[in-house]
Each structure stands twice: as structure tokens, then as C-alpha cells.
């Protein structure tokens, strides 16, 4: 059965600090994983990830896929309390069919 | 570019009474179609995937179906609607030839069962 477990569920933390949110994964024919933000609506796209060890980066958030200890880590620098939501990691199992975990709720606190 | 709509944005409904939420996706042709559902404090479970007009593919057995009538429309289904059937309710889309690899998500549909 796939299965996709994200740590820690939850987060508090200050304006300035720097997080690392975990994603681990056991799927079927993986074949990407993808990094969403979630608010008080519909997720928003972050990262995808298909290559092991290259880091995606986009501002303060940057993100890297680990094949071999089947993980993936998103971290967070310097962050701004717009940067509270919830973190959403999904495998890719096949072409279609995308695995979402829990999630992990970050608070940043002014 | 492209967009997708859904509709209702929130819904109340009494258990036993049947369901239709209904989604659209433009500018694009052919693309693969999602619904996703999220329970309070849950993560996204994915119901139904489908690749073409009236291919589905569904991933958990439960009371709800899914048709694509149309290339762009998706529409998720129940005859009778059960307490578990709340919480937010997501149709994505998605294009490997067209750059969008990714589930691009709608704005949701809040259903509450009462």
C-alpha cells in the first residue's frame, strides 16, 4: 500500500527562523514528488521534484529529493508569517496518480 | 491560459439527499482530471482520476462516482449523501504535454452533510 508520512505535523516558529519540513514515502513506479502550500483554500504548487539530490529553489523556499532514503526535505529561511499554512508533500505513483500526506501545519509568529 | 472552475463554492446538504458537483477546465483539450477530496484535519484523498472523455478510474470505494461527459468537464456524484461525505471537495487538472505536469487545483467546494 503506498503511504506518505510528513514530520513534524506541526510547527511553531518566529519571523527570522528557518525550518525543515520532512516528507517520507513508499509508493509504487514513483516517479516525482510534489511540494503544495495550503491556506484556507485549494493547495498551491511549490516544487516538483524528479531527479535525486538536484535542489529546486524559489526565494526562500528551496526543496530537495532524496531517491534512496525514498525522502524529500522543504526548507524555509528567514521566515515571514505569510509563510503560515500548511505544507503538502504527494509522491507520484505512475504518471496520474499523486499521494498527498497529512501535511505539516507551520505557525510563524510575528 | 488556462483555468478551472467549480462550483458550488459551499453546500449544505441533508443525508439521504444526492449530490452533483461539477467542474470545468479551460483552455486546454484533452487534459487528465481529478477529484480530491479533504477532510477536517485530513489530508487530500484522491477518488477519481480520468485520462479521456468516460475513462475513470476510481481509487477508493465508497458512494460517490464520477463521469466526464465532455473533454473539459468533470462531474462528482452521489445518490445519497452520507454524514462522512463532508469536507472540501478539489477538481484538479493536469497536461504532461502541455508544461502543466502537476495537479492544478480548482477553488473548491465546502460540502457539509447534515
Known amino acids: 500500500e503506498d503511504k506518505v508520512v510528513q514530520s513534524p505535523l506541526s510547527l511553531v516558529v518566529h519571523e527570522g527562523d528557518t525550518v525543515t519540513l520532512n516528507c517520507s514515502y513508499e509508493?509504487?513506479?514513483?516517479?516525482?514528488l510534489l511540494w503544495y502550500k495550503q491556506e484556507k483554500k485549494a493547495p498551491t504548487f511549490l516544487f516538483m521534484l524528479?531527479?535525486?539530490?538536484i535542489e529546486k529553489k524559489s526565494g526562500r523556499l528551496s526543496s530537495i529529493l532524496d531517491k534512496k532514503e525514498l525522502s524529500s526535505i522543504l526548507n524555509i529561511t528567514a521566515t515571514q508569517t505569510g509563510d503560515s499554512a500548511i505544507y503538502l508533500c504527494?509522491?507520484?505513483?505512475?504518471?496520474?496518480?499523486?499521494?498527498f500526506g497529512t501535511g505539516t501545519r507551520l505557525k510563524v509568529l510575528a | 491560459s488556462q483555468t478551472i472552475h467549480q462550483w458550488p463554492a459551499t453546500l449544505v446538504q441533508p443525508v439521504g439527499s444526492p449530490l452533483s458537483l461539477e467542474c470545468t477546465v479551460e483552455?486546454?483539450?484533452?487534459?487528465?482530471l481529478y477529484w480530491y477530496r479533504q477532510a477536517a484535519g485530513r489530508g487530500l484523498q484522491l477518488l477519481f482520476y480520468?485520462?479521456?472523455?468516460?475513462?475513470i478510474s476510481s481509487e477508493v470505494p465508497q458512494n460517490l462516482s464520477a463521469s466526464r461527459p465532455q473533454d473539459r468537464q468533470f462531474i462528482l456524484s452521489s445518490k445519497k449523501l452520507l454524514l462522512s461525505d463532508s469536507g472540501f471537495y478539489l477538481c484538479?487538472?493536469?497536461?504532461?504535454?502541455?508544461?502543466?505536469?502537476?495537479?492544478?487545483f480548482g477553488p473548491g467546494t465546502r460540502l457539509l452533510v447534515l
Open positions: 484538479a487538472w493536469s497536461h504532461s504535454s502541455q508544461g502543466q505536469r502537476f495537479p492544478g
Open positions: 509508493v509504487t513506479n514513483f516517479r516525482s
Open positions: 524528479t531527479s535525486s539530490g
Open positions: 504527494a509522491p507520484g505513483s505512475g504518471t496520474y496518480k499523486y499521494i
Open positions: 483552455g486546454t483539450s484533452n487534459p487528465n
Open positions: 480520468s485520462v479521456g472523455i468516460g475513462q
